[in-house]
């Protein structure tokens, strides 16, 4: 086994000079990416602070003009109508089937050369239909019509018949929940 002593204080210091030449070189660096590091979450919370202090535009609505939406000219299917001008929403159902009424909607059946009748009662919170079914439309009364609107009041449903090559019936409800 071999022992090696050196009693040099030059040696010593070399290593030691080396190493601290090389520290402030990695200090430098350190300092130089928490820098970086800083200022980069100092732009982030500016961008965030400046898009906080702008105010929200909503995108211009899109909507189509009532009559030429009720009417849906653009197809002969057989169709409702709804346009809610208080939310910027419109919509087409076919085919039949359920519809939330929301405050504020418009609901029009487009008129098509296939009905020949369309009707509509009213029916309790239980789904029981409340007097008698109404007519609203005839093709043999009412030829020069392109829709027929239908207002909605506070009964709890509203079931809307169109007899004609198909018929279709469509639910609107008051009192369900939306979204």
């Known amino acids: 086994m071999m022992l090696f002593g050196c009693g040099n204080s030059q040696t010593e210091s070399a290593p030691a000079t080396a190493a601290n030449e090389q520290e402030p070189a990695v200090a430098e660096e350190t300092n130089s990416l928490e820098e970086t590091s800083a200022n980069q979450e100092e732009q982030d919370v500016n961008e965030n602070t400046s898009n906080e202090e702008e105010p929200y535009e909503a995108p211009v609505s899109s909507m189509i003009d009532w009559e030429i939406f009720a009417a849906q000219e653009n197809t002969e299917d057989i169709c409702l109508a709804i346009s809610n001008e208080t939310t910027s929403v419109q919509s087409v159902l076919y085919e039949g ?38 007519c609203i439309y005839k093709s043999n009364e009412q030829n020069d019509l392109k829709y027929v609107e239908i207002e909605i009041g506070s009964e709890p449903a ?18 369900a929940q939306t979204e």
């Not at 079931?159 to 009192?175: H, L, M, R």
Request: aromatic share 18%; hydrophobic share 30%; glycine share 8%.
């Open 97 to 134: 089937g359920f519809y939330a009424y929301r405050e504020g909607d418009r609901i029009a059946i487009p008129i098509r050369d296939s009905i020949f009748q369309i009707n509509y009662y009213i029916s309790d919170i239980n789904g029981s239909r409340v007097g008698e079914p109404k």
């Open 158 to 175: 509203y079931y809307i018949d169109i007899y004609g090559s198909q018929n279709i019936t469509y639910c609107v409800s008051t009192v």
